[in-house]
């Protein structure tokens, strides 16, 4: 059971403070105590922080969130985990997509890049909670399982989400 967290500002030109992303890791490190990581996208206003259970990619390095898609259009933090995706590694890796980590957690980038975010999600199948930004539509989506196993909760300020 991991921690996600994160800032979309309205205004993209808004800096992220890493101080903020750094705390939102650490005051979930009851949820997370093998690692956090967090990420900002300049000039988007965005930022994701990430408090680590390690459960399938065991090493701190290659597993440490949020990931970042290798075209740089996608960012992801998830917590969770995705049932079938070993099958759904295989196939995507017969297709040409590369694999840096062993985390399932890159599977949302790679069927996002595959089939777009909303025909991806029939295909995840498991316990989880993620939040995906896509750069080039300065978009935010926030994703749960289907039956909230994973919990995903946020607030809509006067700043921002």
């Not at 650490?26 to 900002?40: S, T, V």
């Not at 599977?107 to 029939?122: E, I, K």
Request: overall charge negative.
């Amino acid at each position: 059971m991991c921690g996600i967290a994160g800032v979309l500002y309205h205004d993209a030109l808004h800096p992220v403070d890493p101080d903020r992303l750094i705390a939102m890791a650490a005051i979930q490190y009851h949820r997370g105590p093998d690692g956090f990581g967090w990420k900002i996208i300049p000039g988007q206003g965005v930022g994701f922080s990430h408090a680590r259970l390690s459960i399938i990619d065991l090493s701190e390095r290659r597993g440490q969130q949020p990931f970042r898609s290798e075209d740089g259009r996608y960012m992801v933090t998830h917590n969770g985990e995705f049932y079938d995706y070993k099958r759904l590694r295989a196939d995507l890796t017969s297709r040409g997509f590369r694999f840096a980590t062993k985390s399932d957690t890159e599977l949302v980038l790679h069927l996002t890049q595959r089939l777009g975010l909303l025909d991806s999600l029939p295909y995840l199948r498991g316990e989880f909670a993620f939040a995906l930004y896509e750069q080039d539509e300065e978009r935010l989506t926030l994703v749960r399982d289907r039956f909230g196993v994973k919990p995903l909760y946020w607030t809509l300020t006067d700043e921002g989400l």
